[in-house]
């Protein structure tokens, strides 16, 4: 799905809030719904198809994680990106776990808001390919066969590598932290820890870089994380 013309529910209590996002986004060409607390907001689901849930946290009437998992159990292909003025970390990762496409911190930007759904609509829209590839320029991620190639040739990874890279792959151009890379990836222990992932990112570029000392696909953001490049050569 495009982000031009989709429809987006938004729940959101703060109604001068919720108002100015609706204005800001129709002018990007997307339609907004907006209910300003949970039972409005299930109400709307059940009456209406979305292309894309933005979820406040805070709401009068639910908790907003809870409200997340129920939506996730009912609508599970729609995207939903969460916002929250609790700065909590745990929210964060929480939401992550129940299935949330992103996250946003309050105040935001309506730029970022924009730039953020758009991504998402777009990782969405690749994830229902009828062929199941991402690609990424030369680089193909083949989902249901598991494989991954560049140009012609077949890139060797591990069951693990091929986790971390598609989780990358599947939000191509955002930032993921080690702790939401293991956290994806599942698994206990070491093999989901951060230095973990810091080895597989390794063998994974030297698997699909034609220079891992100088990647220009899989990127470091130095104290932040990885991000799978969007654009590529």
């Known amino acids: 799905m495009a982000a031009d013309g989709a429809r987006i529910l938004l729940i959101e209590d703060d109604l001068r809030l919720g108002q100015m996002v609706r204005e800001y986004l129709a002018k990007a060409g997307l339609t907004v719904v907006l209910a300003d607390d949970a039972a409005r907001g299930q109400r709307h689901l059940a009456q209406q198809p979305f292309d894309l849930l933005l979820l406040d946290l805070m709401l009068p009437d639910a908790d907003g994680l809870d409200l997340c998992r129920t939506i996730r159990a009912g609508h599970p292909a729609l995207p939903?990106?969460?916002?929250?003025?609790?700065?909590?970390?745990?929210?964060?990762?929480?939401?992550?776990?129940?299935?949330?496409?992103?996250?946003?911190?309050?105040?935001?930007?309506?730029?970022?808001l924009l730039a953020r759904i758009r991504a998402v609509l777009r990782r969405r829209a690749r994830q229902d390919l009828p062929d199941d590839v991402l690609r990424f320029g030369q680089l193909e991620i083949d989902r249901a066969a598991r494989q991954v190639r560049v140009g012609q040739r077949s890139c060797e990874l591990t069951a693990r590598q091929f986790d971390i890279l598609l989780v990358l792959a599947e939000r191509a151009g955002r930032v993921l932290s080690r702790e939401q890379i293991a956290l994806q990836i599942g698994g206990d222990g070491i093999e989901s820890s951060d230095r973990a992932v810091d080895v597989h990112v390794v063998k994974i570029r030297a698997a699909i870089e034609s220079d891992p000392a100088h990647p220009r696909r899989l990127i470091t953001v130095r104290g932040a994380g990885y991000l799978l490049a969007q654009a590529q050569d």
């Open 80 to 112: 939903i990106i969460m916002a929250t003025a609790r700065g909590d970390t745990t929210d964060r990762i929480v939401g992550l776990e129940l299935g949330a496409d992103d996250y946003l911190a309050k105040p935001y930007e309506p730029r970022e």
